[in-house]
């Protein structure tokens, strides 16, 4: 069973930095591309990063670019999104998401949970 | 960037009625690569359609997808009492982008 648990969300105030991470497990971590998705409260869901099998392929959504880093490493089964200089507009639940295949094919099999981050003095 | 149009905003239909949910894209989705997904309150998304009509993993045959081009449909043939959530089309032909959803509540 392909299981995805995202960590790391919490209150942080607007430029801090945040980390999350997702472990993946029930399937073959180094074949899939994978990715963060967000969603703001009550609204609809944003593509925020996609990082490819072997890491060779990273893309970001424009209202995130030079300020989130996705990475993964593949000997933990695990993904990752460190969220510098955070504003209140980053205020959602982000989801770690599974791609279909090892490149940037973005159709998303599995998602996780989510995990809240929440940007507020 | 394609930009894709869901309608109707809200549907409000009963247990046992067909649903017929739209997407439109603002320019032709290659490949036909539109993916629908479902999201229950408190849920996260789940992939019901890709490929414009082909179902997930473990998707009851009363969930139907059709269309190419610019014009897309996810069809519930029934409505169950589980089937009442928000549905987003997404393209992934061109980069990706989500529609803006619709809502499925009870009448």
């Known amino acids: 069973e392909v299981q995805l648990v995202e960590s790391g969300g919490g209150l942080v105030q607007p430029g801090r930095s945040l980390r999350l991470s997702c472990a993946a497990s029930g399937f073959t971590f180094d074949d899939y591309a994978m990715h963060w998705v967000r969603q703001a409260p009550g609204k609809g869901l944003e593509w925020v990063s996609g990082i490819s099998w072997n890491s060779g392929s990273i893309g970001y959504a424009d209202s995130v670019k030079g300020r989130f880093t996705i990475s993964r490493d593949n000997a933990k089964n695990s993904l990752y999104l460190q969220m510098n200089s955070l504003r209140a507009e980053d205020t959602a639940l982000y989801y770690c998401?599974?791609?279909?295949?090892?490149?940037?094919?973005?159709?998303?099999?599995?998602w996780g949970q989510g995990t809240l981050v929440t940007v507020s003095s | 960037e394609i930009v894709l149009t869901q309608s109707p905003g809200t549907l409000s239909l009963s247990p046992g009625e067909r649903a017929t949910l739209s997407c439109r894209a603002s320019q032709s989705v290659s490949s036909s690569y539109l993916a629908w997904y479902q999201q229950k309150p408190g849920q996260a998304p789940r992939l019901l359609i890709y490929?414009?009509?082909s179902r997930a993993t473990g998707i009851p045959d009363r969930f139907s997808g059709s269309g190419s081009g610019t014009d897309f449909t996810l069809t519930i043939s029934r409505l169950e009492p589980e089937d009442f959530a928000v549905y987003y089309c997404?393209?992934?032909?061109?980069?990706?982008?989500f529609g803006p959803g619709t809502k499925v509540d009870i009448k």
């Open positions: 998401a599974k791609d279909s295949c090892g490149g940037d094919c973005y159709l998303f099999d599995y």
């Open positions: 997404q393209q992934y032909g061109s980069s990706l982008t």
């Open positions: 490929g414009a009509s």
